[in-house]
């Protein structure tokens, strides 16, 4: 599983016995927000920094992102068709 964090952090755990797998640096401010696609490829983040962020699950690298936020993004969500992504 994943988790974000106030100190610009994702953390990727291992969901067996809950030790960290790896940490990534999550955007330019506060992870407030992450989703995963259903088949488990990538993932979103939202955060303080204003910005949509997605991401491949395997190798943690930023694929795209998406700016336009007058403020901090609290909720991200992929879309039931997994065509679009919601943010608020």
């Known amino acids: ?16 016995d809950g030790s960290p797998i790896r940490f990534i640096t999550g955007g330019d ?12 490829t990538y993932f979103l983040s939202g955060g303080a920094d204003k910005k949509v962020n997605v991401w491949h699950y395997d190798n943690g690298k930023k694929v795209a992102f998406g700016k336009g936020h007058s403020g901090r993004i609290t909720k991200v969500a992929i879309s039931p068709d997994q065509q679009s992504v919601v943010s608020v």
């Open 29 to 40: 401010a506060d992870v407030t927000c992450l989703d995963i696609h259903s088949n488990g």
């Open 1 to 16: 599983y994943i988790t974000g964090s106030a100190n610009n952090k994702i953390g990727f755990w291992d969901a067996y």
